[in-house]
């Protein structure tokens, strides 16, 4: 098993879905960071399920700080940070408990752990577990805001319907005014939509979200095994029902040509910047001083109300299922949080282990 993540800013994810909590241990934050509940909180609130699309699951997700901070300030140790569990019904999971829901982690995982994980609400593969990685993004945020990183992530794609491209600056202004967290209403309206039939349907949808970087100096990554893409991607993927990654041209660069595809050099303001992106900042591994610009790729969620072939794992014969419970018919929207903090939880750590973030704030 492993749960810790980061060489310098190292993150610790515990917790269940229906446990008693889910929270994070971050050691290695710097001293002298002004840190209060409500900076974590203000982040935690932004993966609440708002929209009428989402899980039924209403938890007020009050954060607690145990450890770390005192005053208003990171001491240098370890911080503990979490949320209780107050709104559980494991009813459906009990009446599900050999019969693993196709698409989800609960076959995989009641073989490895030999039938005894925590298979209620999916136990440690729920999406509720970023609410942990959310913690840690608050925090790394601020301690990026020292350094004037900020990272920002938003809704592209819903069910096959693509939102225009925006600058930042929409993006910051449009973001949370949508329960889709897209920028293009237009394109917004569109999504709410097709995750509504689906969702009337039984069924659910998947999509894209874009990650952003912003002044990300120059040379943070540690080739050739700890790259920035390869930590980013490692750091994304732990985030439930994520299954793709692709950094500026991505995939679609297979298809170009080098005069197409390569990011010219010019000098600006006294600075080298390239004249297009595809790199999406990261060549070679280390960033190249432009925005980092990265996409994930969302499933639909597995757990639907369709009738779907499964297994009795315990009498070993085939059956059918339909998911009850509370999902949501599309995940997309509460994951944008969660990949702000784990960009923001890479950054951080490379930005320490670059030397950029000192050991105490001043
Ligand atoms: C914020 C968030 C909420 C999620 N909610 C659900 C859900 O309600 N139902 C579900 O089946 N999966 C949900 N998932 C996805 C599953 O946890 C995930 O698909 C499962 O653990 C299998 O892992 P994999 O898809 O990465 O292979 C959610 C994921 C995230 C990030």
């Known amino acids: 098993m492993e749960n810790s993540y980061g060489r310098m800013f190292t993150i610790t994810s515990f917790g269940e879905s229906h446990g008693r909590c889910v929270g994070v241990v971050i050691d290695g934050c710097p001293a002298g960071l002004p840190v209060i509940e409500a900076d974590i909180q203000k982040e935690v609130d932004k993966r609440k399920p708002t929209s009428p699309i989402a899980t039924t699951r209403a938890e007020a997700e009050k954060v607690e700080i145990l450890s770390g901070i005192t005053e208003g300030y990171t001491t240098g140790a370890p911080v503990c940070l979490l949320i209780w ?25 009641y073989i490895k752990y030999g039938g005894f994980n925590d298979y209620r609400g999916g136990g440690r593969f729920s999406g509720r577990i970023t ?24 809704t592209v794609e819903i069910g096959g319907v693509i939102a225009g491209e925006k600058e930042p600056n929409e993006i910051r202004a449009a973001v949370e005014k949508n329960a889709l967290k897209c920028a293009d209403m237009k394109a917004a309206e569109k999504m709410l939509k097709v995750i509504e039939q689906a969702q009337a349907e039984g069924d659910s949808v998947g999509g894209i979200i874009e990650g952003m970087a912003l002044n990300v ?52 303001n006294g600075k080298v910047v390239t004249t297009t992106n595809n790199a999406g900042g990261i060549l070679g ?12 790729a969302v499933k639909p969620t597995s757990s ?13 014969k085939n059956t059918t299922i339909e998911v009850k419970g509370r999902h ?32 105490v704030i001043k």
């Open 131 to 154: 609410a942990g990685f959310v913690m840690a993004g608050a925090v790394a945020r601020k301690l990026l805001g020292s350094i004037n990183i900020e990272v920002l992530a938003h």
């Open 304 to 316: 639907i109300a369709v009738r779907q072939d499964t297994v009795d794992i315990r009498e070993m």
């Open 217 to 268: 100096p120059v040379g943070l990554g540690e080739p050739v095994f700890d790259t920035l893409e390869g930590d980013l991607a490692k750091a994304l993927f732990a985030i439930p029902a994520v299954k793709g990654i692709e950094f500026g041209s991505g995939f679609s660069a297979a298809g170009k040509r080098g005069s197409e595809n390569n990011d010219p050099y010019t000098i600006q």
């Open 328 to 359: 949501d018919a599309c995940i997309v929207p509460r994951a944008v949080p969660a990949v702000e903090a784990m960009m923001a939880v890479t950054l951080c750590d490379f930005a320490m282990r670059a030397g950029i973030i000192p050991e």
């Open 285 to 296: 591994g280390i960033s190249n001083g432009m925005p980092i610009i990265l996409r994930v």
């Open 85 to 109: 569990n107050t709104d559980i019904d494991s009813t459906e999971y009990e009446r599900i408990k050999s019969l693993p829901r196709p698409g989800h982690a609960d076959y995989t995982s």
